[in-house]
């Protein structure tokens, strides 16, 4: 029935953001791996990882609603989308890390600032520029000639996407060209 909640089981990145814990870290290694390679290969492939970085929910689960959510299959954040590489980094992974940060700097620069969200269709369209088109309870945002129905409009130039990118570039400028032994395992 319509305004009762309901639980809705999905595959969220909430899973990939776990991996900078240290709850993993007292594992015997092959206990370890056992939990952590399955997320670190899901986090990166096509349920997840887009242009951007990393979606909130899979992609699978897009349909779910007629409208971007806030932390939907549509929605990358780069604070998420960082720790999330930082995840991967602290588990063994950094080539894969590098890669995550990349889209997140790739993004940030296109935008031209740090937005605190960047909507990412299902067909990989980032949403690098929004202009609010009308207001009810959800909103449209106008992308380049096609308007898409959202709740929230991404904000510019969060602290935290901030910090985010700053963290990367130290990041990359502390291990500019990592060696292939520090690469890790790839997912």
Known sequence: PFGVPRLIRTMTSNAGVLLRSR???RLPAGTRRQYVHPVARRI???EFLTDAGIRCRALRYA????YYDYHGSCAVWPKETYDIACGLRHQGYPALARAVETR?????NIAGHAMELFYVDAAGV?????E???APVTFNERVGSRVIAGTNIPEGEQAWS???ALAVKHQMS???HPSPESRGAAA
């Open 126 to 130: 980032v949403a690098y520029a929004v």
């Open 132 to 134: 609010r088109t009308e």
């Open 174 to 176: 502390s291990d500019p």
């Open 104 to 108: 997140l700097l790739n993004a940030i």
């Open 23 to 25: 709850l993993f870290d």
């Open 162 to 164: 901030v910090s985010a």
């Open 63 to 66: 349909a779910l609603k007629r």
């Open 44 to 46: 990166v492939g096509e």
